[in-house]
């Protein structure tokens, strides 16, 4: 991937494209019984807590447990402070199975992402020389690295200063931060949504990811009724099929009408409900992307 910059005199040129090795897939992900069941998101950043800026990564990764099958359990924000990072990280690894965190690993005093982690589970820092040589890379062609001070340069090296003990994960040759990776489960990524986005899709062939066959199906049926007129229905549909692990959700759209969500890993199952549901509530079956324009639209 290329990038365009202007540079002082307005004239532009591409910067060349990054080709960087990607960290090799270990063989003993396939093994039986050993795939994630249950997930958390850790979001930091007191931007977040205080309105600047808006979390976008939580959602991606609810979007992605979802299609891979995993139980997201839990999402917290927490602010920027040592303390707060330490607890979280280790409630959620003793209790989740894949934990991602966001944010806090750039350049400035607030980042503390890594540092707090390297306390929360024993562990020192020190500077990761494949992360520092690619970063090095990265900049050869931006003029602003060459003008650098030592300071600056020393603030930019600390986003190669990792927990001593962590597993670094090159998920993409055109970025040159990693994933890192503690205790084998808590997987800590960039705030960025562009980056954190691209990294977690690229962490797939490193995840023991659940079999085809254990991921849940959704079909979502779209009736103009009010709530309140499809709520019995609803109710002892959901007792019905409750034994069968199959879940009834309903969700309003505003002066529009309501959308009935079925989810349920026998798809053929779940397909006949739909049905159902369709002749009861006088609503029909919409696709995920005709739910998800409809749902948007509701929003503004």
Known sequence: MSCTIVPPDNATFQLPPLNFAISPVSKHLSDKGRHIKTAAALIIGDEILNGKTLDRNSNYFARFCFEHGIQLKR?????????????????????????????????????????????????????????????????????????????QRTARKRMALFPDAAEVIFVASDIWVPVVRLQGKLCIFPGIPSLFQKMLDNLKPFLPLPPEEE?????????????????????????????????????????????????GADRGRVHQLGVEVEKEVDGRVVTEAEAEAKRQLGCQ
């Not at 991602?100 to 690993?105: A, D, E, H, K, L």
């Not at 503390?112 to 020192?124: D, E, M, P, V």
């Not at 049926?221 to 199959?246: C, H, M, N, W, Y």
């Open 75 to 151: 999402i917290e924000v927490i602010a920027d402070d040592e303390a707060e990072i330490i607890e979280a990280s280790r409630r959620m690894v003793e209790t989740y199975d894949f934990v991602v965190t966001s944010g806090g690993i750039g350049p400035t005093h607030d980042d503390i992402t890594y540092a707090s982690l390297a306390k929360s589970f024993n562990q020192g820092l020190v500077y990761h020389n494949e992360t520092l040589a690619r970063m090095t890379e990265s900049g050869k062609h931006r003029a602003w690295v060459s003008k650098q001070s030592e300071e």
């Open 215 to 263: 991921r849940p199906f959704r079909l979502q049926v779209f009736t103009a009724l009010p709530e309140s007129s499809i709520a019995p229905f609803l109710t002892d549909l959901q007792k019905r099929v409750q034994p069968e692990g199959i879940r009834i959700g309903s969700y309003p759209v505003l002066q529009k009408g309501v959308y009935v969500s079925l989810i």
